[in-house]
């Protein structure tokens, strides 16, 4: 059986977050650190602190969002009326970019900041996830343990508004900037994707026609 690309991400970023828990080292060698980038241009850790969690509930969290939205987009890029063969490259390129592009920000922000440190998934998942909405605006969606009762196109908005709002009370130590341009960036890429292979398929005009339909208009 061949397995999806995004099963084949969760099993790479499991074991490696699972060797992180009790590993320093792997930690600190894979941490998206911003000095270590500016001064000794390790790249790298643009892409490897999305193999690292900073414990088993983050790790959770994400791999359960990635396999609920992961295997959609992929399919759904795959799908004739999308990309066909190129879908599963389009889709790997996505999370992968994504990893990259979700943290420029942050770089940019903390570039000389000794003491930061990130590390997690949650940007190229948050890409994955809102690249589903765009595809599927109705799908019922919920909040961490609350049941999926709230339609992705109210959620999307609500989520980035959140997220926004935490970002600028930096009361925790969640990178919520890295969320929301992880967000903006699978947007974003669906829709260039389709621009630049010249399908059918408008991703724009297919999302508001699929919410007036929802709304009987």
Known sequence: MEL???????????????GGFNNDKIINDLIFYPTAITQRNQWYRFFSCGL???DFTHLIFNMISLYMFGGFVENAFSSPILFGEKGK???TSMYVLAL?????PTFAKHKNDYHYRSLGASGAVSAVVFAGILFNPTAKLGFFFIPPVIPGYIFGPVYLIASTYLEKQAKDNVNHSAHIWGALFGIGFFIA?????????QP?????????GSLGM
Do not use: G, N, P, R
């Not at 999806?4 to 699972?18: D, K, P």
């Not at 990259?100 to 420029?104: K, M, P, Q, R, V």
């Not at 724009?204 to 007036?212: H, R, Y």
């Open 52 to 54: 690292i969690h900073a």
């Open 89 to 91: 490259i389009l889709y």
């Open 204 to 212: 724009m005009e297919q999302f508001v026609l699929k919410i007036k």
């Open 100 to 104: 990259f592009f979700c943290l420029l």
């Open 4 to 18: 999806s690309i995004t099963l084949i991400i969760i099993i790479i970023t499991t074991l490696v977050s699972f």
């Open 193 to 201: 994707a389709a621009a630049a292979l010249k399908t059918d398929y």
